[in-house]
């Protein structure tokens, strides 16, 4: 079985659960090789690449690379390509992911597609499946040359562990001028709350246009910490001030495939549809009986969302507490 190179995405050292989703779904296509890219490693993290099925990782292990975004990360994963020839890179799909995606597609010469829910093989070919047209169709997709470039979304394939060595390999990679152009000159670390991050969450409660106000995404939040959810919102929600941007899910915002997606006060514009129509379990609350999100939805409730939220929330509250 060939290598199918996985670019790990970690926060501080630490391995996020895409990482060990890709490193399940690259399983399925041969041998999976994590790729870290800058410095931090950890024996834990190797530990926890190691359990989800990493034969090796390869450790470009360099401040300087941590300096430049994206483009260091490209540039590993095009030396690694041309000196291994695997049989497939896995992505992030995150604004990052798809960046470097689209870099190392270039630099390597090969196809390359974004946001699969899932990836396998049909004799030698690799075949990606996405969710399409919101959710309406459902496409499978191969790289007709070059070494496949796939980026995976979050929350679509279920990591599962699979021991392996995790045995490490150093890389040296020289980086290049044009990969030095953007430099990083300072970091400010993000405010965490208690709540999962909106990406990697199994359940998202979500508000939209009528949620009304700041003041009205209160009722959405506490469903959300009822349920140890994420906070998302549509873009124009967003837009207009109501909840910050860093939360949209959307076409321009974050793709969310959890467990459970609860839209609130949201028509269902397909910018929005885009971002979350491939969650396992869609409910929806909306008064209009018409809003086009309805169409994905396995529950729904025709209602006023400022009644119908506030009763979930205290009926989840009897049953947890």
């Given at each position: ?72 990360a490209a540039e590993v994963l095009a030396q690694l390509v041309g000196e291994v ?90 980086l290049s001028d044009v990969a030095r152009k953007a430099t990083v000159t300072g ?135």
């Amino acid at each position: 079985m060939g290598e199918v190179l996985v670019l790990v995405d970690e926060v501080d050292g630490v391995v996020k659960k895409s990482t060990t989703e890709l490193l399940t779904a690259a399983r399925r296509l041969g041998e999976p090789a994590a790729v870290w890219v800058g410095p931090g490693i950890s024996d834990a993290a190797l530990a926890t690449l190691g359990e989800f099925g990493a034969a090796k990782v390869y450790v470009a292990d360099s401040a300087d690379l941590a300096q430049h975004p994206v483009a260091p990360a490209a540039e590993v994963l095009a030396q690694l390509v041309g000196e291994v020839s695997p049989v497939a890179v896995l992505v992030p799909s995150t604004a990052d992911g798809k960046e470097t995606a689209g870099r190392l597609a270039i630099k390597v010469g090969s196809g390359i597609i974004t946001d699969a829910v899932d990836v396998a093989t049909d004799g030698d070919r690799v075949v990606a499946t996405q969710s399409v047209f919101g959710g309406s169709t459902i496409v499978h997709s191969t790289v007709t040359h070059g070494v496949p470039v796939i980026t995976v979304r979050g929350n679509a394939v279920a990591p599962e562990a699979a021991p392996a060595a995790a045995s490490r390999v150093d890389v040296q990679v020289a980086l290049s001028d044009v990969a030095r152009k953007a430099t990083v000159t300072g970091h400010t670390a993000a405010a965490k709350g208690g709540r999962p991050e909106l990406a990697e969450a199994q359940v998202v409660v979500s508000g939209g246009r009528g949620v009304g106000s700041a003041d009205g995404f209160g009722v959405i939040e506490a469903l959300a910490d009822s349920l140890g959810a994420a906070v998302g919102a549509s873009r124009a929600a967003t837009d207009a001030g109501w909840y910050p941007h860093q939360y949209q899910v959307g076409q321009t915002g974050k793709t969310v495939s959890p467990q459970l997606y609860i839209a609130n006060g949201i028509s269902g514009a397909i910018q929005h549809r885009a971002g979350m129509q491939t969650s396992k379990t869609i409910v929806v609350v909306n008064k209009d009986a018409e809003a086009p999100i309805f169409e994905l939805a396995d529950y729904g409730v025709v209602g006023d969302l400022f009644a119908v939220v506030p009763q979930l929330t205290e009926e989840i509250g009897k049953r947890t507490n």
